[in-house]
């Protein structure tokens, strides 16, 4: 079971860990309010991304998708709240500016963006599916291993984020930056939609 359960980490770091939703909102507001001011945004993510793992292991996301008329309403709200995170991440103020945590991302924002978040699905559900192990204390076990490796995933791109911020102090180059990730959380959206 172990070496099953290193192989299903193995086959998930590259599609939980690339850039998606809510790795470059991660890094985004990272950049645009530091580590402090985006733990609770965070943790929010943390938690959605649980519970997307659990949604999958128990089958609901299944259920609701063969729903008539659910899949394309949950990718119209999905694709309206990434432009909604977006907006907040290209319009942020640089760190150097927040100094009373004015405009600091939500536990709310973040738990709705994971949620939200098609690229969840598609890359847990694709990795939980795939995997060899049957019984269901694997299955407990494959939960625990995939929500561990998505908060670690997260913390990463969070801390990506708050990293290049010391660097983004000059308001011009924060905008940019801002800009940058509001732009790549948009096309991580739109790229899949143009296939």
Known sequence: MVGDLALLVLAALPLMGSPGPATLSLAGMGAAHGMRLSVHYAAGVNIGTIAVVLAIAAGVTAIILELPGMKPALMIFAGVYMIYLAWHIATAPPVAAQEQ???????????????????????????????????????????????????????????????????????????????????????????????
């Open 101 to 195: 945590g004015s405009g600091a991302p939500s536990f709310l924002s973040g738990l709705v963006l994971a949620i939200a978040n098609p690229k969840a699905y598609a890359a847990i559900g694709a990795v939980y599916a795939g995997s060899t192990t049957g019984a269901d204390e694997s299955a407990i076990a494959k939960v625990i291993a995939l929500s561990i490796l998505a908060i670690a995933v997260n913390t990463i791109w969070l801390w990506f984020g708050a990293a290049i911020a010391a660097i983004l102090r000059d308001p011009q180059k924060a905008r940019v930056a801002n800009l940058i990730f509001a732009f790549l959380l948009l096309g991580s959206v739109a790229l899949p939609l143009l296939r």
